[in-house]
């Protein structure tokens, strides 16, 4: 099921694409995206050369036993596309996340019942780690659980149609 892009990056369409790409069912679907993303020790993780639809992604390494890499996640609310930069993501396989600069590990929020040992970690979205102002995702590849810790002011409402 896997595409190479023109720009020869792994697409993956993850299982909850059946939901619909952003705004294609509803035109006047709202979603939110967010601009700055840190590690916990404070780097950004969005990466401005990594666009996913329309947005600058953000950057996240993995690495599990056998195999590790790099992938990059939309930053858009609900999108749960990504980009595989190197290395190979397998579904239904849980991965450690860390942070592809300093290469720190992402804290965990809470346990994700998708499957057994997965977890939800958390990015802040100050430099200092505030868990109400974070986004959420399960580290096993394939989950779609994750949501965005709102708090108004570094997420920019945006509406991607006009309507
Ligand atoms: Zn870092
Ligand atoms: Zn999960």
Do not use: W
Request: one cysteine or more; hydrophobic letters at 30%; charged letters at 30%.
């Amino acid at each position: 099921m896997s595409i190479y892009s023109k720009n020869g990056r792994l697409m993956i369409p993850v299982r909850s694409r059946r939901r619909g790409k952003i705004a294609k069912d509803n035109p006047c679907d709202v979603r939110y995206v967010v601009d700055k993303v840190y590690c916990p020790k404070g780097c950004n993780l969005v990466d401005k050369r990594q666009v996913i639809n329309d947005f600058p992604g953000i950057r996240i390494g993995f690495k599990r036993d056998n195999g590790e890499g790099e992938f990059v996640i939309s930053a858009v609310e609900g999108d749960f596309e990504k980009q595989v930069l190197h290395g190979k993501l397998e579904d239904g396989t849980k991965d450690e996340l860390f942070c592809p600069h300093c290469g720190e590990e992402f804290r965990v929020l809470v346990d994700c019942n998708c499957s057994d040992g997965a977890e939800m970690v958390v990015l802040g979205l100050t430099p200092k780690l505030n868990y109400n102002n974070a986004i959420t995702f399960c580290n096993v590849t394939g989950c779609s659980n994750g949501s965005f810790i709102r708090s108004g002011e570094v997420i920019r409402h945006v509406r991607l149609r006009n309507c």
